[in-house]
């Protein structure tokens, strides 16, 4: 895959992947605790979570160079059928949850699972995960290269929790839901 775009943010410029699919796997989830935001004027309160996936093209520049590219992506932690989480999950899944599936659904199992990432530019130049897609079953799956965030992402994982109402009211803030590998390095089998 080529690599077409680097971006300067007032931290420097980074290198990102190009717009497309990436085969990826789920290197992290972080709970991030309950978010206060504003949506089109309306105030939300939500349980956020952070999925993030490591992909297989590494970077070619940077002080990064030959790490695997990375995504993240934002989600409130719900499973009702307008929810972003559950729309992402059954396309990676490929077919929809039925209703045992849901009421024991763990965050845990997305750990390791390979996926395509369909990657657009957003509006800011930044590149935005469209969609997740199942892997074909006859593709060689990657498995998670990290095993532990960066130390910046973690500032911003930590970052987000001290915003979290946990954090203000002084009842917790958010924890990792699982920084944990597949036992024995199985890899997960979809669905979840």
Same mark, same amino acid.
């Given at each position: 895959m080529a690599f077409d775009k680097t971006t300067a943010t007032n931290e420097g410029t980074f290198e990102q992947p190009s717009t497309g699919m990436h085969q990826a796997v789920c290197a992290f989830v972080h709970d991030i605790g309950?978010?206060?935001? #504003?949506?089109?004027?309306? =105030?939300?309160? =939500?349980?956020?979570?952070?999925?993030?996936?490591?992909? +297989? %093209?590494?970077?070619?520049?940077?002080?990064?160079?030959?790490?695997?590219?990375?995504?993240?992506?934002?989600? /409130?932690?719900?499973?009702? #059928?307008? +929810?972003?989480? $559950?729309? %992402?999950?059954?396309?990676?899944r490929g077919k929809p949850? /039925? *209703? %045992? *599936?849901?009421?024991?659904?763990?965050? !845990?199992?997305?750990?390791?699972?390979n996926c395509f990432l369909n990657l657009i530019e957003? !509006?800011?130049?930044? $590149?935005?995960?469209?969609?997740?897609?199942?892997?074909p079953n006859?593709?060689?799956?990657? @498995?998670? /290269?990290q095993h532990e965030p960066s130390e910046k992402f973690m @500032?911003?994982? *930590?970052? !987000? $929790? +001290? *915003?979290s109402l946990e954090a203000q009211t002084g009842n917790g803030a958010g924890h990792p839901v699982s920084t944990e590998e597949p036992i024995d390095g199985d890899m997960p089998v979809l669905p979840f």
């Open positions: 309950t978010q206060v935001g #504003e949506y089109m004027g309306v =105030r939300k309160v =939500r349980q956020q979570v952070i999925v993030t996936w490591e992909l +297989a %093209d590494k970077m070619k520049t940077g002080e990064y160079e030959g790490k695997p590219f990375n995504m993240s992506k934002f989600y /409130t932690l719900s499973v009702s #059928e307008k +929810a972003n989480l $559950r729309k %992402d999950l059954e396309g990676w949850f /039925t *209703e %045992d *599936e849901l009421k024991g659904f763990d965050l !845990k199992k997305l750990i390791g699972a957003s !509006k800011t130049g930044k $590149r935005a995960i469209a969609s997740v897609n199942p892997l006859n593709m060689v799956k990657i @498995q998670v /290269t @500032q911003f994982i *930590e970052k !987000k $929790r +001290a *915003e």
